[in-house]
C-alpha cells in the first residue's frame, strides 16, 4: 500500500488526505495545533465569525431608517434617536472560538473516518532515504514526548503561514496585536488602528468599526486594497470614510509601542498617530523554517516560500506542497485544490494542473467584494483583449428595496466570441453572487448564454444577466 504522509492539518493537508485515503492509500497528516489550520482555527473561519456579527451592525445601522424601522427603548411608542444596538465582544469572542473548534473538529472526525491517521507534533522532512527514494518523516514534540519516525512513499508539505511581524511593531497579545489574537479581547477596542490595508486590514477596519469602534486605517499606498479591482477598491474606501473611518493613505507605519494603556504608532515620516489598540495586517510568512526542507532537496524563493509547478510537485522528488507556504494565491480554496492536485498526480489519477484563471475570491467587507477570473488590470495592461461593462447597483430593483446604494457588477468578455473571461461583484453577499460568473468563466461560457438564462425578478443576480445583456449588445453593434 502507498504510503503518504501529509505535514500540515489545514485545507491543502486535510482535503489532500481525504483524496488520498479515498484512493486507498495509507495516509497520516502530522500536525501540531488542530486539523483546519490557521484556516479553521485563528483565520478565516474566526474572522468571518466576527463579521457575521458585524455585518448584522452595519445592516441595521445603513439601512434601519430608510426601510422605516424604529427602536423604542423607553416604551413610549416612540422611536428613539439613539443607537439601538451595541456589542458584548467578550461573548463574540466565545462564539468565535467555539465555532472554530466545532469546525477543527468536524474535520478530524472526518479524516478519522476516511481511515487517516492523526499525529500531533512538528513534522521535519529527512533527505531521501536508498536508492527508491523513500522519505522519512521525524515528528517532534508528540504528546508522549518521544520522537516518531514515519516512513513515506510520499510527502506533502500543507504548513500554511502566520503573521508577519515588524522588527519595531512586535504584538504583545494586549495592545499591539495579530490577527489571530484579537479573539482573545474581552472588551471592544475604543479606538483601533489599523496598520495595513490589504485584504486583512480592510476586512477587520471595517468589521471593527462596524462593531462601534473608532478606527483609523492606515495605508501605505495611495488607496485600500492596492491589489484589487480599482473601481471596487474605491466603493469600500468611499463607504469606509463615510461611515467615518480615518482612512491615511500613503503613510507607512515604522514602529508602535505601548505608551501605558494606549499604542502610539510613528510613519516613516515622522508623524505620530495614537489610539487604545493596535493591529497589525502587513501581510504573512510562510512556515517553511525548521522543517528540514533545503536539507531534503526542497527549493525555497527568496521569500521563505516553497516552490511548485502546477500540479503542486516540489523540487525533491515525491516531495509536493500546497498551500499558503508556496505563496500561489492565499486562499483556502486554492490551498485545497492544490492538496487535491498533488494527490491525484501521485496517485496516478486524472489530474488538470492548477488554473488561477478560474479562481473565484472574495473579501468579506461590507459590501463584500467578489472576483472571478482575469482582471481590471489584467485588460488595462495588454495581458488579454476584452470587452467590459460595469452596472451600478443602483439601478437593480431589488437593490433599491434593501435600501442597497453601494456596488456594481462588472463582466469581462472576449470581444470575438464574447466568452466570459472574468468577473467582480461589489454588493452584499457578493461571495454568493459570483458563482454563476464563476460557471460561466470555467465553463467559457458566452455572455450571449448568460443573458438568455432566466434570473428572478426582482434579485440582484438579475444584473449579472442586464451586464451580460449589454456587452451582447456591444458586441452586435461593433460587428455590424
Not at 104 to 120: L, N, P, Q
Request: net charge negative; proline share 4%.
Amino acid at each position: 500500500m502507498t504510503r503518504i504522509v501529509i505535514i500540515g492539518g489545514g485545507p491543502g493537508g486535510y482535503e489532500a488526505a481525504l483524496v488520498a485515503a479515498q484512493l486507498g492509500a495509507e495516509v497520516t497528516i502530522v500536525d501540531r495545533a488542530g486539523l483546519g489550520g490557521a484556516s479553521v482555527l485563528t483565520d478565516c473561519v474566526p474572522s468571518k465569525t466576527l463579521i457575521a456579527t458585524a455585518e448584522v451592525m452595519t445592516g441595521f445601522d445603513s439601512s434601519h431608517e430608510e426601510l422605516g424601522i424604529e427602536i423604542d427603548h423607553d416604551g413610549d411608542g416612540v422611536g428613539d434617536e439613539v443607537r439601538g444596538i451595541g456589542v458584548d465582544l467578550g461573548r463574540v469572542n466565545r462564539r468565535v472560538k467555539r465555532l472554530a473548534l466545532a469546525q477543527s473538529h468536524d474535520i478530524t472526525a472526518s479524516v478519522t473516518r476516511a481511515g487517516v491517521r492523526v499525529v500531533r507534533g512538528h513534522g521535519r522532512l529527512e533527505p531521501a532515504q536508498g536508492p527508491n527514494g523513500a522519505r522519512r518523516v521525524t515528528v517532534l514534540d508528540t504528546e508522549d514526548g518521544a520522537p516518531l519516525e514515519l516512513e513515506a512513499d510520499c510527502v506533502l508539505i500543507a504548513t500554511g503561514g502566520q503573521p508577519r511581524e515588524l522588527p519595531d511593531a512586535r504584538p504583545d497579545g494586549e495592545r499591539i496585536l495579530t490577527w489571530t489574537q484579537v479573539y482573545d479581547l474581552k472588551e471592544l477596542p475604543e479606538e483601533l488602528i489599523v496598520v495595513g490595508s490589504g485584504v486583512t486590514g480592510a476586512e477587520f477596519a471595517g468589521a471593527y468599526q462596524a462593531l462601534g469602534s473608532r478606527v483609523t486605517l492606515v495605508s501605505s499606498r495611495d488607496r485600500v486594497l492596492p491589489g484589487e479591482d480599482p473601481d471596487a477598491a474605491a466603493v469600500l474606501e468611499d463607504v469606509f470614510r463615510r461611515r467615518g473611518m480615518n482612512v491615511m493613505a500613503r503613510s507607512r507605519a515604522a514602529a508602535a509601542k505601548r505608551v501605558g494603556n494606549r499604542v502610539e504608532i510613528t510613519l516613516q515620516d515622522g508623524r505620530t498617530i495614537s489610539g487604545t489598540h493596535c493591529l497589525m495586517a502587513v501581510g504573512a510568512v510562510p512556515n517553511t523554517s525548521d522543517m528540514g526542507l533545503v536539507e531534503a532537496g526542497v527549493k525555497l524563493k527568496e521569500s521563505g516560500h516553497i516552490w511548485t509547478d502546477k500540479v503542486s510537485r516540489t523540487t525533491a522528488p515525491g516531495v509536493y506542497a500546497a498551500g499558503d507556504c508556496t505563496g500561489v494565491l492565499a486562499l483556502a480554496s486554492v490551498a485545497a485544490m492544490q492538496g487535491r492536485i498533488a494527490m491525484y498526480h501521485f496517485l496516478g489519477d486524472a489530474v488538470a494542473p492548477l488554473d488561477l484563471n478560474t479562481v473565484s475570491g472574495n473579501i468579506f467587507t461590507d459590501p463584500e467584494i467578489a472576483t472571478v477570473g482575469y482582471t481590471q488590470a489584467d485588460v488595462d495592461e495588454g495581458r488579454i483583449d476584452a470587452r467590459t461593462v460595469k452596472l451600478p447597483l443602483l439601478r437593480n430593483p431589488r437593490a433599491k428595496m434593501q435600501g442597497v446604494r453601494d456596488g456594481f457588477v462588472k463582466l469581462f468578455c472576449r470581444p470575438g466570441t464574447g466568452i466570459v473571461v472574468g468577473g467582480v461583484v461589489v454588493a452584499p453577499r457578493a461571495s454568493e453572487l459570483i458563482h454563476p460568473i464563476s460557471i460561466a468563466v470555467d465553463n467559457s461560457l458566452t455572455v450571449e448564454q448568460i443573458a438568455k438564462a432566466f434570473t428572478v425578478y426582482p434579485s440582484l443576480s438579475g444584473s449579472i444577466a442586464e451586464a451580460a445583456r449589454q456587452l451582447h449588445t456591444r458586441r452586435a453593434a461593433e460587428e455590424q
